[in-house]
């Protein structure tokens, strides 16, 4: 039975208060320049109106910790909250999790998006239980080497479930502490992402770091917001240099415009003669990573051929469906739907990374939410 315990110790304690303090300098008075005012300011401000009754605040276990702060990396909360209630009765532990499928995983991660995350908390959870005897680590180093953790995440999940004085920078501290700071440049680039760094350590606790911690992911959500930040209701107005400049909407500068390419794909929807529909696992590495689509045929080939070809099988075509657009932070993707139906009783066997699935069955796999509007369509679509 694997167990999940934290493992603070005195020793520990000490040396992060020792570190705090280095992180604070004191003046001449004794007293440190900024940062237990700015902490006691956002602490003071979420024990009136912060969120307090999230899912996962109802528990210290680093495990429920590491899945919400994995689910909520560029996502928000409310999309998070059914998703993470699913993940949570079908994964109750870490046991539950490493041992589990990937598919299953990924079939649980299903309109999330970014599913690297999925098979990294996975992965991560196999890492645990052979490294770490499935006691969920407690120290910075061990934490941050684990698949899909970085430093911010790291960071939250010891100051929520170890009480760990370590600072956090997701997305919307990042623009708090550049408004208040009037920090230039684009947080990507090195130089600025130090600065911020540097004054995240500067305002992190000792004390109540978890309070401290979600009242800072509080504020940046929904005080200072992106486009309309609420200053005169902001716990941090007395100090904030954007806002004493009038303009927190230039911070943090926007990142570099980039070129999104355009790529148009045929997702060739063969069915049998039992109706069944033939899926293909993705490779891990690219877009829609490890989860079931339809076969791809490459631009520029006609598809009854490359099919033939592909799976020796012979298809009659019929008529395209409209294509549908999915963007990605990189990509533009035009998908063209084709369905089609395999000529005679002859099928290619199930494998691995091969699966006839009956539209509106079970399929007890991962698929991208395009994916899965097409198989819905498929269900009330005769050939
Ligand atoms: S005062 Fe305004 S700009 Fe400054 S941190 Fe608060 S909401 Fe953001």
């Known amino acids: 039975m694997l167990m999940?315990?934290?493992?603070?110790?005195?020793?520990?304690?000490?040396?992060?208060?020792?570190?705090?303090?280095?992180?604070?300098?004191?003046?001449?008075?004794g007293v440190a320049p900024d940062a237990p005012t700015f902490a006691a300011a956002v602490i003071a401000w979420y024990r009136q109106q912060g969120r307090r009754d999230l899912p996962w605040q109802h528990s210290d276990d680093p495990?429920?910790?590491?899945?919400?702060?994995?689910?909520?990396?560029?996502?928000?909360?409310?999309?998070?909250?059914?998703?993470?209630?699913r993940f949570i009765e079908r994964f109750p532990d870490l046991q539950s999790l490493a041992t589990a499928r990937v598919d299953d995983v990924l079939d649980h991660w299903t309109g999330l998006g970014y599913y690297a995350r999925?098979?990294?908390?996975?992965?991560?959870?196999?890492?645990?239980?052979?490294?770490?005897?499935?006691?969920?680590?407690?120290?910075?180093?061990?934490?941050?080497?684990?698949?899909?953790?970085?430093r911010s995440t790291a960071g939250a999940?010891?100051?929520?479930?170890?009480?760990?004085?370590?600072?956090?920078?997701?997305?919307?501290?990042?623009?708090?502490?550049?408004?208040?700071?009037?920090?230039?440049?684009?947080?990507?680039?090195?130089?600025?992402?130090?600065?911020?760094?540097a004054v995240a350590e500067r305002h992190t606790p000792v004390e109540d770091v978890g309070d401290y911690t979600q009242a800072m992911m509080d504020v940046?959500?929904?005080?200072?917001?992106?486009?309309?930040?609420?200053?005169?209701?902001?716990?941090?107005?007395?100090?904030?240099?954007?806002?004493?400049?009038?303009?927190?909407?230039?911070?943090?500068?926007?990142?570099p415009r980039r070129t999104r390419h355009r790529r148009t794909t045929t997702m060739v929807m063969a069915r049998d003669h039992r109706g069944r529909v033939l899926l293909e696992r993705r490779p891990a590495a690219g877009i829609w990573g490890g989860l079931w689509?339809?076969?791809?045929?490459?631009?520029?080939?006609?598809?009854?051929r490359w099919f033939q070809e592909q799976f020796g099988l012979e298809i009659k075509s019929g008529v395209p469906w409209d294509p549908v657009q999915h963007g990605f932070?990189?990509?533009?993707?035009?998908?063209?739907?084709l369905p089609a139906q395999l000529v005679g009783t002859?099928?290619?066997?199930?494998?691995?990374?091969?699966?006839?699935?009956?539209?509106?069955?079970?399929?007890?796999?991962?698929?991208?939410?395009?994916?899965?509007?097409?198989?819905?369509?498929?269900q009330d679509h005769p050939f």
């Open 118 to 150: 999925a098979r990294n908390l996975h992965h991560a959870a196999q890492v645990i239980a052979r490294d770490h005897d499935g006691v969920f680590p407690g120290t910075f180093e061990e934490v941050a080497a684990l698949p899909g953790i970085g």
């Open 4 to 29: 999940v315990m934290p493992k603070t110790s005195q020793s520990k304690r000490r040396s992060r208060v020792k570190r705090a303090e280095a992180c604070w300098p004191l003046t001449k008075t």
């Open 220 to 255: 940046g959500a929904g005080v200072c917001s992106r486009r309309r930040p609420r200053c005169a209701t902001c716990p941090l107005a007395s100090g904030c240099k954007a806002h004493r400049q009038g303009n927190p909407e230039q911070y943090p500068a926007s990142r």
């Open 63 to 85: 495990y429920h910790r590491w899945v919400s702060e994995i689910m909520l990396q560029q996502t928000q909360v409310a999309t998070v909250i059914p998703y993470y209630y």
């Open 329 to 337: 932070t990189h990509l533009e993707l035009e998908i063209r739907p």
């Open 346 to 378: 002859a099928i290619i066997v199930e494998s691995l990374d091969h699966v006839w699935y009956k539209p509106g069955s079970s399929l007890g796999r991962g698929v991208a939410a395009p994916v899965r509007r097409l198989l819905e369509q498929l």
């Open 157 to 197: 999940i010891l100051a929520f479930a170890f009480h760990q004085s370590y600072p956090i920078l997701d997305g919307n501290v990042r623009r708090v502490l550049a408004r208040y700071h009037a920090i230039d440049g684009w947080p990507g680039k090195a130089d600025v992402a130090r600065r911020l760094w």
């Open 293 to 304: 689509s339809f076969p791809e045929c490459p631009a520029g080939r006609p598809p009854e």
